[in-house]
């Protein structure tokens, strides 16, 4: 079973405030992306990565960066943050199987409240 | 854009029904998965089924692609069932892109 963590679990912010989302996944996926899930949407794509180094635009990434310095680690950073940013964040890392099948394993969450 | 949709978008059951969750999207798809998000957060993928019948269990996952619709359907269901049912549909300009449905959210009723 792939071993997605997120760190922290829980946040809360101040307007205009920076805050950074970790993600670490240990089963050496090339494929990193961040979403955020809000009450009547699905899953929003924010950022993705291909692997180390790379980091390219979602569907919603006004308002955040990514970084991937490593195969391991993930992070979102959202530099001012504003209230409309509060949400649960998904970190999600994936691979290609045998069948062309691009499975997902998901990160428990972070909840980000911005006050 | 592609888009997915996904009906009912709440589905209130007792113990020991079936239930059936609909997803329709709007172009061919290669790729369609359909995902379970646990009452406390946690999201797995359930099914990898682009087309046909796969069975896992007391889940049935059917998709008809020239139709652009898949559904899940899930036997005898049972509290631990409840929780919020995703499809998702690759996306047409990205092997490694998915596009989300709302989800249905059921709850089994003991």
């Known amino acids: 079973e792939a071993a997605v963590t997120q760190s922290p679990r829980n946040k809360v912010a101040v307007t205009g405030g920076k805050v950074t989302l970790s993600c670490n996944q240990t089963?050496?996926?090339?494929?990193m992306y961040w979403y955020r899930q809000d009450t009547g949407h699905g899953l929003r794509l924010i950022h993705y990565?291909?692997?180390?180094?790379?980091?390219e635009k979602g569907d919603i990434p006004d308002g955040y960066k990514a970084s991937r310095p490593s195969q391991e680690n993930f992070s979102l950073i959202l530099e001012l943050a504003t209230p409309s940013q509060t949400s649960v964040y998904f970190c999600?890392?994936?691979?290609?199987?045998?069948?062309?099948?691009?499975?997902?394993?998901f990160g428990p969450g972070t909840r980000l409240l911005v006050l | 854009g592609q888009q997915v949709q996904q009906s009912p978008a709440s589905l209130v059951l007792q113990e020991g029904e079936n239930a059936e969750l609909q997803c329709n999207f709007s172009?061919?798809?290669?790729?369609l998965q359909w995902f379970y998000q646990h009452p406390g957060g946690r999201l797995v993928s359930l099914f990898y089924?682009?087309?046909?019948?796969k069975h896992t269990g007391r889940l049935t996952s059917t998709t008809v692609t020239n139709e652009r619709r898949s559904s899940l359907h899930i036997s005898s269901s049972q509290t631990t069932d409840s929780g919020t049912y995703f499809c998702?549909?690759?996306?047409?300009?990205?092997?490694?892109?998915?596009?989300w449905g709302s989800g249905t959210k059921l709850i089994i009723k003991p």
């Open positions: 990565s291909y692997g180390a180094g790379s980091t």
């Open positions: 089924n682009p087309s046909g019948t």
């Open positions: 998702a549909i690759d996306r047409m300009d990205s092997n490694y892109q998915l596009i």
């Open positions: 172009s061919t798809a290669t790729r």
């Open positions: 999600a890392s994936g691979h290609r199987d045998w069948d062309n099948q691009d499975t997902q394993y």
């Open positions: 089963n050496n996926h090339n494929n």
